[in-house]
């Protein structure tokens, strides 16, 4: 559902029409995203090149297409809105940037979105008294750290404490040691939505105690958006439906926030 949205949005995908190709080879690529790159047939890596240079493949052709058709008086997704300003020549980019960008606005807002609305869905299940108080959404992210690593590059020498970041480093940022640290969380492993009652809004979204959307500079592009999304799902959940939990909702970190077997509720609606 959220990968239609999203990408209705971006690229006028429809999901009704659709034969879940686009959505499969995603699938595909987010499996090995973080899996050791052996390059080999059968191995996830393989798998995961193979999704992203299927999906480049349609993204291509699709953005071909437009680029060649005459301008749209109405705009109405991403793609022409970027191909106009190519060609208006107001952004100096090439078509590989901004295929690659269409590529990383599909996968950022598909995979995040809807792991963190299966991690809330699985935590309000277990935690009915949430349930009458729903200020879920950032004590879902911090216990999925749907994102488990951010990379960075140290752009010159940085002094912390006894220790120096010499410039040029590769550094390797992960989220959850802060989100779990009880110095900072009492019991860290525990789903209490009613702890954000006590800390105030994180400045601008991140803090250094919490970085579930990253921070800085690179301060997650879609964070508003996502919570909104969230937000706006788990309104129409829980104001017009009951749920009960029918199967699966095993919640693994490998590294990424994954359901081995899915989680499957069964929803009725209210009245
Ligand atoms: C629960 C939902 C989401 C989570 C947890 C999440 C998390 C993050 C994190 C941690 C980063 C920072 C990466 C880094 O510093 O290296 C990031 C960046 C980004 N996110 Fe999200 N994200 C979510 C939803 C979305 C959505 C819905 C979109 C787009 C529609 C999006 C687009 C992006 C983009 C484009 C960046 C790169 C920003 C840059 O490098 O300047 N994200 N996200």
Not at 4 to 20: E, M, P
Not at 90 to 115: Q, R, Y
Not at 179 to 196: G, Q
Request: proline share 5%; charged share 25%.
């Amino acid at each position: 559902m959220i990968f239609s949205v999203t990408a209705k949005r971006l690229i006028s995908y429809d999901s009704s029409s659709s034969d879940g190709k686009l959505w499969k080879q995603f699938d595909a690529f987010i499996r090995g995203l973080l899996a050791f790159p052996l390059y080999i047939p059968g191995t996830a890596f393989y798998q995961c090149m193979q999704g992203r240079k299927e999906v480049m493949k349609i993204l291509r052709k699709l953005f071909d297409e437009r680029k060649k058709a005459p301008s749209r008086r109405e705009k109405v997704d991403f793609i022409d809105l970027l191909i106009d300003t190519i060609k208006e020549d107001k952004l100096a980019m090439s078509d590989n940037f901004a295929l690659n960008l269409i590529f990383l606005l599909l996968f950022a807002g598909f995979e995040t979105t809807s792991s963190g609305i299966t991690a809330a869905i699985k935590f309000l299940t277990d935690n009915p008294k949430a349930l009458q108080e729903l200020t879920v959404i950032h004590e879902s992210l911090r216990l999925a750290n749907i994102a488990p690593l951010l990379f960075k590059k140290s752009k010159e020498d940085v002094h912390i404490k006894a220790y120096t970041i010499p410039k040029g480093s590769k550094v390797m940022v992960c989220p959850s040691i802060v989100h779990l640290n009880p110095t900072i969380y009492e019991d860290p492993n525990v789903f209490n939505p009613w702890r954000w009652k006590e800390i105030a809004e994180p400045l601008g979204g991140a803090s250094k105690d919490f970085m579930a959307f990253g921070g800085g500079l690179r301060l997650c592009v879609g964070a508003e958006f996502a919570k909104m999304q969230m937000a706006i799902f788990l309104h129409s959940l829980v104001t017009k439906y009951r749920w009960k939990a029918v199967k699966g909702g095993t919640m693994v970190l490998s590294p990424g926030l994954r359901f081995p077997d899915g989680f499957h509720i069964q929803i009725v609606h209210k009245y």
